[in-house]
Structure formats: structure tokens, C-alpha cells
């Protein structure tokens, strides 16, 4: 019985003392001591919890976010690559649309051909292109970029086609100058560049104007754009006057033409 | 074999040149990569095992190129034979020398191709760029050229090698 009640009493005491010491906080001193012997141990085990923490992060784990590194990488690589692929597409969209609306403009039924190739001698300009016989490619057919006069046809096999273009020395292409009205024939430089024969020194042509097919040679059809006459030189003596024609087209860059597959036909036989 | 590497070596040689050279503008002057190969015919090779070959070569690049038919041809059969002239009288296996082979074959080619042109257009122009191609492919030729034979030795010889040994191994499981 005196048990029970001595526990009771502990009991409300205990409970007494406990809120008054909550209500405000008070260590006497004693956790001073305390901190003071225990913190230096708990600092030194959180030093090697965290060094070991760290070696486990920094090094073991490590294996595991080196493939993680590695497949981000490869991810990277996949999007870097897919990002050039859509570039490119989109460059392609480009020129093709470019094409397109050039191949809306035309009266003549044209074929659109890939360049595959070019020349393997930097002394002749050709190109091979995509199309061939069995697309309806003939020998002689004009080839047309939007800039204007890429070539002739000048080698057919079944799927593919040699072109000449305007640029080999071996090309000529009867032309006027557009705004004069002038005639020349233009044939092709080692250069890059074209010459216009046959321009009479009493022609008043300038650096500048735009040279268009004649549409005489039989070849090409009228109006289609040649080049821009760069250079003019007279000379004291002769009828005719030397005129550099740079084409609008860079050849360099030349990755799909379009094949006029019905160009004008002159029966110079009949007309006779 | 052996006609099975020429026809892949130049297989190789000729799509570079005609597709992915020109895309390159660093190589906007670069020579006609078969010219070493020729060399290498002429300079390694006998000439009954060759001459056909050569003579093939030219006409599939006659076909490719823009050029006068026949002018590939011509200049790679004469490649050929001044090159076996040259081994005969001179004796140029030396390496330094053949440094020096290359360019002259390139030099050679140019030299046809020019000819070439003016015949069939008596009336063309050659400005100065066209001596600055010539220059720089003989300085391409002259530094690369060389590699290129070493290359084309090399493979062969253990091209060959290989061969001779499969063939040994197979006659002796027969026996």
C-alpha cells in the first residue's frame, strides 16, 4: 500500500517538474560539460562518416554515373546527329521548293535529277546525274537549274546521264545580251567562267548586264538566264570585242538539275 | 586475286575523286588519284599482268570524264610505259625518288590533258589559274604521292601473301 503511494507521488512530482522545466528552457551547466567531452568524438565520426560518404559517392558511385555519363553522351551524339539530319532536310526543303516553283514557271515538261557525280579532271566540267534512258532522258537535252543554264546532255546509259556543262571548254551556248538585244555565242573557260564570241565592238553592252539564251542553237530554250557579262575588253584592231560572261550558277554547289525533256525543235532542214 | 585488288583499289579510287573530293574544298586542286596507282603498275608490276588493266581503266574513266575519248586512255598507257622505262634505265626504287616519280606523272598528265584541250579547241585560253592547278597538284602529288605507292605495295605484298599461304594450306589438306 505505502509502495502505491510513494509511486503516486513520484509520479505527480515527476510530472510537477517537468512543466515548470518546460515552460522555460534551463541546462544548469551540465550540458556545457556534455558538449564539450562528446562533441569532439561526434565531429570526429561525422568527419569519417562523411569521408566515407564521400569516397562511396565520389568514387564507387561513380561507376554507375560514369554509364550514365557514357549514355548521356551517346544521347547527346543521337540528338547532335538528329539535329544535323533535320538541318539538312530542312536545306533540302529549301531547294527543292526553290526548284519546285522554278518547275511551275516553266512551260516544258521537266524531270528533276540528282547530281551523283563529277568529273574526275579539274580540265573538263561535267556531271552525272540520276536519270537516264529509262526516265525518258535523250541525248542533247538542255539541263536548267532557277539560275539558269546548267548543260547539255551529252551520254546516256539506262539510269544515268552525263552532262556537259556550260562551263567546259567544249560547250557553247548561242545567247543575247537581255538588255540590248545583242548576239554572241558563249563558250566555256578553264576558268570557271564563259566567253562570248562574236560580240561585235559597236554593241553597246556593260559590265553587269544579263546575258539570256537566244534560243537558235536548238538546244536551249529563249530566255532562260546565262550569266552577268564581268568583263569587257576592246582592242585597237578587230571587228569583235572580248566578253567574260560569269555564270549565275555556282557549280560547285550543284545538287539536283532539272532535265527539259521536250526542248524546242528546229527542223533547219525543212525550213531550207 | 591480284586483279580482284586492282579492280577494288581503283573502284575505291575513282568513286573518291568523282564524289567526295569534289565536296572537299581543301582538295580543289588535287590530282588524279589513279596517276600513283599507274605508277605503281608500271614501277612494280610486270607488264603483261598490267597493260590490260590500264587500258581498261582508261577507257571506264574516258567514259566518266568530259574529256576527248581516248585521252585517259593515252595518258595512262604512256604513264605506264615511261614508267617501266624509267625503272629500266634508272633504277628508282630508291625511296626519295620516288617522291619526285609521282609529281612527274602528274606533271605528264597535265602536260596530255593541255595538249588534249588545244587540239580540240584550237582557239582556248589558258589563264594563270590554270598553271596554279597544275602547281598545286604537283605539290599534292609530291606530298601525298609517295604514301600512296607504299600503300599500294604493302597491301598487295600481304595481299598476295595471304593468298599463297591459303592455297598452301589447301593443297596440303588435299594431300
Not at chain 1, 556545457?32 to 569516397?55: C, D, G, H, Y
Not at chain 2, 612527274?104 to 582557239?123: C, H, K, Q, R
Request: aromatic fraction near 12%.
Amino acid at each position: 500500500m505505502v509502495m502505491i503511494v510513494c509511486a503516486v507521488v513520484l509520479i505527480v512530482v515527476n510530472i510537477i517538474i517537468l512543466s515548470v522545466n518546460s515552460s522555460r528552457y534551463s541546462s544548469y551547466g551540465s550540458g556545457r560539460i556534455a558538449i564539450f567531452f562528446i562533441a569532439p568524438f561526434q565531429e570526429t565520426v561525422a568527419q569519417s562518416v562523411q569521408f566515407l560518404k564521400n569516397i562511396w559517392g565520389h568514387y564507387f558511385f561513380l561507376v554507375s554515373v560514369a554509364k550514365e555519363n557514357d549514355n548521356l553522351k551517346k544521347a547527346i551524339n543521337h540528338a547532335i546527329d538528329k539535329n544535323n539530319k533535320y538541318r539538312e532536310i530542312e536545306i533540302s526543303n529549301f531547294r527543292l521548293r526553290n526548284l519546285l516553283n522554278f518547275r511551275k514557271t516553266m512551260t516544258n515538261r521537266v524531270l528533276v535529277a540528282k547530281v551523283i557525280g563529277q568529273d574526275p579532271s579539274p580540265w573538263f566540267k561535267t556531271i552525272i546525274i540520276d536519270k537516264g534512258k529509262s526516265d525518258g532522258i535523250e541525248k542533247g537535252l538542255p539541263v536548267v537549274v532557277p539560275e539558269g543554264i546548267a548543260g547539255q546532255v551529252i551520254d546516256i546509259s539506262y539510269n544515268y546521264s552525263k552532262v556537259l556543262l556550260i562551263i567546259d571548254q567544249n560547250s557553247a551556248v548561242d545567247v543575247l545580251v537581255q538588255r540590248t538585244r545583242d548576239r554572241g555565242l558563249v563558250k566555256g573557260q578553264s576558268d570557271g567562267r564563259c566567253l562570248a564570241n562574236y560580240v561585235l565592238r559597236k554593241h553597246d553592252i556593260k559590265v553587269g548586264d544579263t546575258v539570256i539564251s537566244s534560243g537558235l542553237d536548238g538546244v536551249f530554250p529563249k530566255g532562260l538566264r546565262v550569266g552577268y557579262i564581268s568583263e569587257i575588253v576592246k582592242r585597237n584592231s578587230g571587228i569583235f570585242q572580248e566578253v567574260t560572261v560569269t555564270p549565275y550558277i555556282d557549280f560547285e554547289k550543284l545538287e539536283e538539275v532539272l532535265v527539259i525533256l521536250d526542248p524546242p525543235k528546229h527542223d533547219f532542214v525543212s525550213e531550207q | 586475286m591480284t586483279y580482284c585488288f586492282y579492280i577494288c583499289v581503283c573502284l575505291c579510287l575513282v568513286i573518291f575523286q568523282t564524289t567526295i573530293i569534289p565536296h572537299i574544298s581543301l582538295f580543289n586542286n588535287f590530282y588524279d588519284l589513279l596517276v600513283p596507282f599507274i605508277i605503281y603498275l608500271g614501277l612494280f608490276r610486270p607488264a603483261r599482268e598490267s597493260i590490260l588493266f590500264i587500258l581498261v581503266l582508261g577507257f571506264l574513266m574516258d567514259n566518266l570524264s568530259g574529256a576527248p575519248f581516248g585521252l585517259y586512255v593515252t595518258t595512262y598507257f604512256w604513264l605506264f610505259i615511261i614508267a617501266k622505262l624509267v625503272i629500266r634505265y634508272l633504277h628508282v626504287r630508291n625511296n626519295i625518288l620516288l617522291l619526285f616519280i609521282i609529281a612527274a606523272g602528274v606533271l605528264m598528265e597535265n602536260i596530255i590533258f593541255i595538249a588534249g584541250v588545244s587540239m580540240s579547241n584550237p582557239d582556248s585560253q589558258f589563264p594563270a589559274i590554270t598553271i596554279r592547278t597544275v602547281i598545286f597538284q604537283i605539290l599534292w602529288a609530291g606530298c601525298t604521292g609517295f604514301f600512296f605507292l607504299i600503300f599500294f605495295n604493302h597491301v598487295h605484298k600481304k595481299l598476295e601473301k595471304w593468298f599463297n599461304e591459303l592455297i598452301a594450306e589447301k593443297a596440303n589438306i588435299m594431300k
